[in-house]
């Protein structure tokens, strides 16, 4: 065996770290004082060290040939990353903020809308009265074009109400100047409102038609005009016929009103002068004084009708 | 993959698990250098020089990770890069004049050592690669190149350590009695 075989033995049991701690102090004392096996030494932490670092520069070398992006690439694809971030981040933005403002006005809505949770339990017909004062702007004429058109009917409603207001003070012929409609006959006035609203169902699916019935009621009923006349023979008379009411005298340059009754039976008219009703016949050709109603019954059932 | 993948895959001397963590964390890691008055060049090695760090450690069966992998890689590129600062800073202020010594006996030897171990046989080179490089156990060694037992092992890692011994002298004595 020569000596650097025995160099070995000594040596690669202190490189492994097999040495007990007497034995490393000894070795490392022969080392300081022993020339040859100290060279021999250098020998061995040489090799051991090419070991280590031939795997280094294997795993080195893979990882070289591994293909990393360039750095402008890496910074281009990032920007590229950030302009989708930014506009993903915008569109949620202006998405959020749409549905926020779309939150808001459906808040506001809400807001008006509910102000009272009892609302909420409203019926239809509470709802239409709503919304009427809102959107029906003249009331009014619509209630006087649909007066003129009416005639006794067929209804369940056994009574319309038409009332007209008139002084002698016009000339020769005086119109109706103010026409009230009493309010069972005025609701399906209401319903023609909603006619014009595309977020409210029609009339028809609503089970309300009031031009169905203005029509039918128009093909039965026919306007009645009313003049008034000032010839000086006759001071309080009046002619009714073919639905034309003359009315003959000043009146004192008293109001005076109309009142017309609808039925199943047909029309009834009345002139209603100084707190006083006044019969009117439906076939009075000849000119004839007005006769007031003295049946107290029928004059209380006329009376609110008038307050009204 | 997740953390506990990669562990795994290293453990068992996957290489691959190097390199996806080489590419995953590569912007990363180089960016700790750059930043720091590094090159790219330099912020490479530094980043691989980690990454072999954390493979042995891995390999070595001693590491107890108590934190992600990118987080322990980093810190092993922050001390290495804070070590290589230190090696600059005391170069530069150093003599310049000075000559710097270059033992070019042992890089010549080193050379020839590196020849001989790609004449080494392939089980060779794996046993004293995973025993002196990865700092492997015998018994793991042993069970990974299923050998019969830690003894037997031991035994081949001696044998192989003796035969590029002998093969680096051989060559080493041949190329000295040529000066």
Same mark, same amino acid.
């Given at each position: ?149 009416t005639e006794p009917q ?6 319309t109400?038409k ?57 039965e009923i026919a306007?009645v ?15 009714h016929?073919?639905n ?16 017309e009754l609808n039925n199943a039976k047909g029309r009834k008219l ?10 009117i016949?439906s ?26 | ?8 895959? *290293? !453990?068992?001397?996957?290489? @691959?698990?190097?390199?996806? +963590?080489?590419? %995953? ?6 960016? /700790? ?35 992600? *992998? !990118?987080?322990?890689?980093? @810190?092993?590129?922050?001390? +290495?890069?804070? %070590? ?6 005391? /170069? ?88």
């Amino acid at each position: 065996m020569s000596p650097k075989i025995n160099f070995f033995d000594q040596i690669s049991p202190f490189l492994d770290g097999q040495l007990s701690g007497t034995e490393k102090v000894e070795f490392e004392k022969q080392l300081q004082n022993d020339p040859l096996l100290k060279g021999e030494f250098q020998f061995q932490q040489d090799v051991i060290s090419s070991v280590k670092d031939y795997r280094i520069a294997q795993l080195k070398t893979r990882l070289n040939n591994i293909p990393i992006p360039a750095p402008n690439t890496m910074v281009s694809t990032n920007l590229a990353a950030l302009k989708i971030a930014g506009s993903l981040l915008l569109i949620s933005a202006i998405g959020t903020g749409g549905y926020l403002y779309y939150q808001n006005q459906v808040n506001t809505q809400s807001t008006v809308g509910t102000t009272s949770p009892n609302q909420i339990e409203l019926s239809e017909e509470d709802l239409i009265g709503h919304t009427m004062i809102e959107e029906l702007p003249t009331p009014p004429q619509i209630y006087a074009e649909d007066i003129e058109n009416t005639e006794p009917q067929e209804q369940d409603e056994p009574l319309t109400v038409k009332r007209e207001i008139s002084t002698s003070s016009s000339t020769k012929t005086s119109q109706p100047q103010n026409i009230v409609r009493e309010p069972r006959s005025v609701q399906p006035t209401i319903i023609e409102g909603f006619q014009d609203e595309e977020s409210f169902p029609s009339e028809d699916e609503l089970g309300l038609s009031f031009k169905t019935f203005d029509e039918k009621n128009n093909k039965e009923i026919a306007q009645v005009e009313v003049s008034n006349t000032i010839d000086g023979k006759h001071s309080f008379h009046y002619q009714h016929y073919n639905n034309k009411l003359f009315l003959y005298g000043d009146f004192n340059n008293i109001p005076y009103e109309i009142l017309e009754l609808n039925n199943a039976k047909g029309r009834k008219l009345y002139l209603f002068y100084q707190g006083e009703f006044y019969d009117i016949k439906s076939d009075q050709e000849e000119i004839a004084p007005l006769v007031e109603i003295k049946d107290r019954k029928l004059f209380n059932q006329l009376s609110p009708l008038i307050e009204n | 993959m997740k953390d506990g993948e990669i562990l795994a895959a *290293i !453990s068992k001397g996957e290489e @691959s698990a190097l390199d996806y +963590l080489y590419k %995953k964390y590569y912007r990363m890691m180089t960016k /700790i250098v750059i930043s720091n008055s590094g090159s790219e060049q330099e912020a490479k090695d530094i980043y691989q020089d980690a990454l072999i760090v954390f493979w042995q450690k891995v390999m070595s069966g001693n590491l107890v990770l108590t934190s992600k *992998i !990118s987080t322990y890689i980093y @810190s092993i590129c922050l001390n +290495l890069w804070r %070590k290589e600062l230190d090696r600059k800073s005391r /170069i530069s202020g150093e003599e310049k004049d000075t000559p710097v010594y270059m033992d070019f006996e042992r890089e010549e030897r080193k050379k020839i050592i590196n020849q001989c171990i790609n004449e080494l046989g392939d089980t060779c080179n794996k046993i004293l690669t995973y025993f002196y490089f990865d700092g492997m156990s015998m018994s793991d060694i042993a069970e990974r190149l299923g050998f019969a037992n830690t003894d037997t092992a031991k035994t081949k890692k001696y044998k192989c350590k003796k035969r590029l011994d002998n093969l680096v002298r051989s060559k080493y004595s041949a190329s000295d009695f040529l000066d």
